[in-house]
């Protein structure tokens, strides 16, 4: 059967060749991979099936996928080398890989453990776990997520693994996703949109999350959160909104070495914005955080927070040290109101006239030459404080 789907899919496939290089560029940096050798169109699960074990046993292959709705009754297994799945028309909501609901017994709809795995163009989600777990135990590297909607996972949406030993996973990609419970709640505590252990140079940029929210007492996880001593991760232009907590580095003893954080619109709920814990060389830059039920917006806790800068954020709550936690801390605004943001509930913290407080009052980062939007800094005197440069 295989066989027969495989020459089936086979027949008159392109070559495509992919942006080359021998390496991933995290850290803010482009995705690179090795060159495809073969395309494969699917148009249904049991092609797209026999495309992912051709992919595993061959490597180097990109997987399309029709418009439809693949329905999965198990994983998808991934440890082939450079093995890709897009969608083919590039509309997302028109692709939809899923298992059988988050009480369901799909438990991943991707569980990678090669290099160079990429999605790109379309929905995944509906599963008990994980829409996509990346192994960084097995040393899966250079990972890419283009324009892909994840939804309605029994835990975090997008897991990095590891098992603490000597292998971590480098130079993954984020970029114009969205992560999201379509109920506005998430199942239980136990969830989060990027939850990443033991990473470096990663990037999340571009992207959305809505409704990372806990229905217990228990906080969910943050939005998009890097621990177990992952290194190296920028995060940036994001727009988070009503989740219980916005964007973490480390937790507790499981800390983060140097990373940016920079020009996030980032609304929550319950708890914090930018949370840093054993985080040491982080520097937060020209955020804007809007916080509901919590008295601060940004907190640098523990002894091993240290050596990084907070500068240029625009928040509604404080920006607290707690538990011997330090940094630079400067020209930061934190009184801002929600009429200062176009739509602070629906976490839209672009500025309106009334933040005249906010406008020409920050210093030159060279770190930061755009905004949010991706507009150049200054627009006028100096660069504005938080997210949003007013052209």
């Known amino acids: 059967m295989f066989s027969l789907v495989a020459v089936a899919l086979l027949a008159g496939c392109d070559v495509m060749g992919g942006s080359g290089g021998e390496a991933g560029q995290g850290g803010g940096g482009e995705w690179e991979h090795p060159d495809y050798d073969t395309t494969l169109v699917v148009s249904n699960v049991s ?24 329905q999965l009754e198990d994983m998808l297994w991934i440890d082939g080398v450079n093995v890709g799945f897009r969608g083919q028309s590039g509309n997302r909501e028109a692709v939809v890989v899923r298992g059988e609901g988050m009480a369901g017994g799909v438990s991943h709809v991707f569980n990678v453990a090669g290099d160079y795995f990429a999605v790109q163009d379309m929905t995944v989600g509906w599963v008990g776990n994980h829409a996509v777990q990346i192994h960084g135990d097995a040393d899966a590297d250079y990972p890419y997520f283009y324009n892909v909607r994840f939804v309605d ?14 292998s971590w996973s480098d130079g993954g990609i984020v970029e114009d996703c969205s992560f999201e419970y379509s109920a506005g709640i998430g199942p239980q505590y136990y969830i989060g949109g990027v939850d990443g252990h033991q ?7 571009d992207c959305y999350f809505y409704g990372i929210i806990s229905p217990e007492a228990d906080l969910a996880e943050h939005a998009v959160h890097f621990w177990s001593e992952s290194e190296g991760t920028v995060v940036e232009r994001n727009r988070i909104t009503s989740c219980d907590r916005g964007i973490g ?37 020209n955020n804007s955080l809007y916080t509901v039920d919590y008295s601060n917006s940004i907190e640098y806790r523990f002894a091993g927070t240290s050596g990084g800068e907070i500068v240029n954020n625009l928040t509604s709550g404080e920006i607290a040290s707690r538990d011997g936690g330090s940094a630079t801390v400067e020209t930061n605004v934190t009184a801002a109101q929600s009429s200062w943001f176009q739509d602070a ?25 755009v905004d949010y939007d ?16 007013v052209h």
């Open 153 to 166: 996972t029994g835990e975090q949406m997008l897991k990095v693994s590891t098992d603490l030993g000597s």
């Open 345 to 369: 509930g629906s976490g839209d913290l672009h500025l309106t006239s009334a933040a005249s407080e906010a406008v020409d009052a920050g210093q030159t980062l060279s770190e930061v030459t």
């Open 47 to 70: 092609e797209l099936l026999a495309a992912a074990e051709y992919g595993n046993s061959h490597g180097n292959v990109e997987v399309l996928l029709a418009d439809g709705t693949y």
């Open 374 to 389: 991706s507009e150049d800094r200054p627009a006028g005197a100096a660069y504005d404080i938080g997210g949003d440069e």
């Open 249 to 285: 580095f480390g937790l507790g003893d499981s800390g983060h070495g140097p990373g940016t954080i920079r020009n996030n619109f980032v609304h929550t709920t319950r708890d914090v914005g930018i949370g840093l814990e054993n985080a040491s060389g982080v520097d937060v830059y």
């Open 199 to 205: 990473c470096r140079d990663w990037t999340v940029r």
